[in-house]
């Protein structure tokens, strides 16, 4: 058999993609040949728009379709409406950063909704769909944070393990048939949420820049560089491929050696 990364023909949804490493995955996703559905809770004609674009970029169809990730039956009904889901990228994710004692219940609730439990709603949802069509790919954006912890952040170091194991236990159920699951563990991601925070930080520390991203930001991060969000979507495209039909209930690292430390 031949190894290819050819997606044409192959039907994505990826969750939370309007901006960041969801929408980074989308259109390395697309730029290998996939249809793509995008989503995130907002329903503004500049999230059409990134549809749009997409189709128009890589001659593939691409929809935005509106569904808060926070409420499973909206989650659900995402996949329904898309209607066919041969890869699924559960890659919604919020943060909140505060001691156990000060971390707001609803926060929390949130967190485990947005970052964790949507992936079983959907998952829930798409298998029927990638066994009628007879192949599939589960792919969770889980972070260093689903293998390791920092203080401050137990309500995300909890999800992000938590969808490390949802992973394992989706490969164990599809295990003899033509679906894989799988969770990406980035690093740091220079998205623009990060990209903006820089600035704040110089001036807090009193540094330039190339310091404080190498000192302060990157700090964990061995490399002292940020993944992007393009070597996620490469490491998307690489699971869908032929090459890693037998790669399945792992994680991949794309941390810049944080979880070697
Ligand atoms: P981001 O804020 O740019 O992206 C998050 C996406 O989720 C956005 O599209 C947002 O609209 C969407 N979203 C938020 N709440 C939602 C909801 N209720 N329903 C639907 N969509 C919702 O951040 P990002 O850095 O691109 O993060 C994407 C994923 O990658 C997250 O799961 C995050 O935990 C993970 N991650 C990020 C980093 C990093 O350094 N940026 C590192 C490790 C893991």
């Known amino acids: ?7 044409a023909g192959k039907k994505a949804i ?39 674009s997409l189709a128009a970029t890589h001659g593939v169809r691409a929809r935005y379709i509106a569904a808060d990730m926070s409420d499973g039956a909206a989650c659900r ?17 919020i943060q909140h950063v505060a001691a156990i004692p000060d971390f707001a219940p609803e926060k929390w609730d949130a967190i485990i909704a947005i970052n964790l439990s949507s992936a079983f709603h959907t998952t829930a ?18 972070s260093a944070h689903g293998l390791t ?17 949802l992973t394992k236990v989706t490969a164990l159920e599809t295990a003899e048939e033509p679906i894989t699951a799988n969770a ?12 903006a925070q820089i600035p704040d930080q110089m001036k807090t520390h009193n540094m330039d820049r190339d310091t404080v991203v190498r000192e302060v930001m990157l700090a964990r991060q061995p490399s002292r560089d940020f993944a992007t ?10 699971l869908c491929s032929d090459a890693a039909a037998q ?3 792992t994680t991949i690292s794309v941390d810049g050696g944080w979880t070697a430390l």
Not at 229 to 235: D, N
Request: aromatic share 4%; with cysteine; glycine share 12%.
């Open 149 to 165: 912890a920092s203080p401050f952040k137990s309500a995300y170091v909890a999800a992000k393990h938590g969808i490390v194991g």
């Open 14 to 52: 990826i969750t939370g993609s309007n901006s960041g490493i969801g929408l980074g995955i989308a259109q390395e996703l697309a730029r290998a040949g996939a249809d793509v559905v995008l989503n995130s809770f907002t329903d503004r004609p500049e999230d059409h728009a990134l549809a749009e």
């Open 247 to 249: 790669i399945t209930g």
């Open 229 to 238: 969000v393009e070597q996620m979507g490469g490491t998307a495209v690489f």
């Open 184 to 195: 990406i563990c980035p690093g740091y991601v220079l998205t623009p949420l990060v990209e």
């Open 77 to 93: 009904a995402l996949i329904a409406q898309a209607g066919a889901c041969d890869i699924l990228v559960n890659n919604a994710g």
């Open 125 to 142: 949802a798409a298998l029927p769909l990638m066994r009628a069509a007879g192949w599939g790919r589960v792919i969770n954006i889980a």
């Open 1 to 7: 058999m031949s190894i290819t990364t050819d997606l």
